[in-house]
């Protein structure tokens, strides 16, 4: 084991025994009417670090702990695995379309890391999987604890496979990820975190990515403040497939406007 294999490992020790230190959770039942609103069944957990505190909170914390298929959320480290690989460069570089056309308009075009991030390409992550191989996938995220660790089953791994992680392991590796902890150079996890950037104020950044495995939506992220940041990790189950997915981000904003973490409308 060469001293940079020595280090990623002694890193990954690190953040796994991090994991255990979350704070400890408060129910919030109460939250249960932005889901009935929206007709939707599911969980969320939001930490709170404004201000210096750490506070969890978490609606249906059973559900929370339960593992689902990561599904396009797993493009934040699948980002960071590939640019680590040297397979992307950075964010520049094009990835040339296969000329496959496929239902996603804008799929049907070169890409480059912010589109693909953006329009959730599928088939350049599918491209970065069969460059990698299913056990370099496998190390990259046992070394970062992601969920089961596992790039077996079905293709793509993270929403026909075997893959899964809970809202809680979500928020682990997110709040590992803003602090630029996680074993990879940090002008990787600084143009990561940038890609992820949904929309932003005056005084606040939201960066997040959504997921869909085709039974469970999900919406991952945060809200920078000057204060500190709020993380999130909904999933919900998506029983009317389409039609559901808009109930990822109204819930979720919701939620996040009820205790000031997002502007008012």
Known sequence: MNRRSLILFALSIVLAFRT???????????????????????????????????VAFAYDAERAGRRYSPASTFKIPHSLFALDAGILRDEFQVIPWDGIKRSIKAWNED???????????????????????????????????????VAGGGKPFWVEGDLAISANEQISFLRHLYRNELPFPVEHQRLIKDV??????????????????????????????????????????TPNRLNDLSKRQEITRNILRSISALPPY
């Open 196 to 237: 992820m950037v949904n929309e932003a104020g005056r005084d606040w950044i939201l960066r997040a990515k959504t997921g869909w495995s085709g039974k469970v939506g999900w919406w991952v992220g945060w809200v920078e403040w000057p204060t500190g940041p709020v993380f999130f990790a909904l999933n919900i189950d």
């Open 111 to 149: 890409q480059n890391l912010r589109s693909a991030m953006r329009n959730s390409t599928v088939w350049v992550y599918e491209r970065f999987a069969r460059q990698l191989g299913d056990a370099r996938e496998t190390e990259y995220m046992r070394k970062i604890a992601y969920g089961n660790a």
């Open 20 to 54: 255990l230190a979350a704070p400890t959770q408060q129910e919030r039942a109460d939250w249960s009417s932005f889901f009935a609103t929206a007709e939707a069944h599911g969980t969320i957990v939001v930490v709170d670090n404004r201000n210096g505190k750490d």
